[in-house]
């Protein structure tokens, strides 16, 4: 079984009370382009154990089953498993840590784990300067969403 992990964090000129919501199912519509996912729970609300589907987002090469293994939203924490079915599981946490009043670090780390030839293919292929440009496109868009909200 083959695996790889990287994290990184950037910093947001945002309190992390209103960045941390963004962080879910229902609030990547607001700020990533083409987001969209289907709702299998009956509700927008996000809990542990919430479920809901993605076709192609965030290195997929199959639709992906998310679950919330952990939320912690007094903490400022949330943590997603992604898998897709003969392929790969991600493991995707985001932890918003409190720097000021308005300004936000954001800690962001993909752990994924293969589960067959296409996901071993993957793994070997994803490298870091990749994922530093992937979350680094995170700040962007944020930013970006941010400013529109003026």
Not at 15 to 20: K, Y
Not at 23 to 47: C, R
Not at 103 to 115: H, K, N, P, R, S
Not at 128 to 138: G, H, L, R, V
């Given at each position: 079984?083959?695996?790889?992990?990287?994290?990184?964090?950037?910093?947001?000129?945002?309190?992390?009370?209103?960045?941390?919501?963004l962080f879910s199912?229902?609030?990547?519509?607001?700020?990533v382009p083409e987001?969209?996912?289907?709702?299998?729970?009956?509700?927008?609300?996000?809990?542990?154990?919430?479920?809901?589907?993605?076709?192609?987002?965030?290195?997929?090469?199959?639709?992906?089953?998310?679950?919330?293994?952990?939320?912690?939203?007094?903490?400022?924490?949330?943590?997603?498993?992604?898998?897709?079915?003969?392929?790969?599981?991600?493991?995707?946490?985001?932890?918003?840590?409190?720097?000021?009043?308005?300004?936000?670090?954001?800690?962001?780390?993909?752990?994924?784990?293969?589960?067959?030839?296409?996901?071993?293919?993957?793994?070997?292929?994803?490298?870091?300067?990749?994922?530093?440009?992937?979350?680094?496109?995170?700040?962007?868009?944020?930013?970006?969403?941010?400013?529109?909200?003026?």
């Amino acid at each position: 079984m083959t695996s790889v992990s990287y994290t990184e964090t950037f910093r947001i000129d945002q309190p992390r009370e209103t960045l941390f919501p963004l962080f879910s199912a229902e609030g990547e519509k607001f700020w990533v382009p083409e987001w969209d996912y289907t709702n299998i729970m009956g509700t927008t609300e996000l809990h542990e154990d919430y479920i809901f589907l993605t076709s192609n987002h965030d290195h997929a090469s199959a639709d992906a089953i998310w679950l919330v293994k952990r939320y912690e939203p007094g903490n400022y924490y949330v943590q997603f498993y992604k898998v897709e079915p003969e392929d790969k599981v991600g493991l995707i946490t985001v932890k918003c840590l409190l720097i000021g009043e308005n300004l936000t670090d954001v800690e962001v780390t993909y752990q994924y784990t293969a589960l067959g030839g296409k996901g071993e293919e993957f793994i070997q292929g994803f490298t870091s300067d990749q994922y530093k440009e992937f979350i680094s496109e995170w700040k962007n868009l944020l930013v970006s969403y941010f400013k529109q909200q003026v």
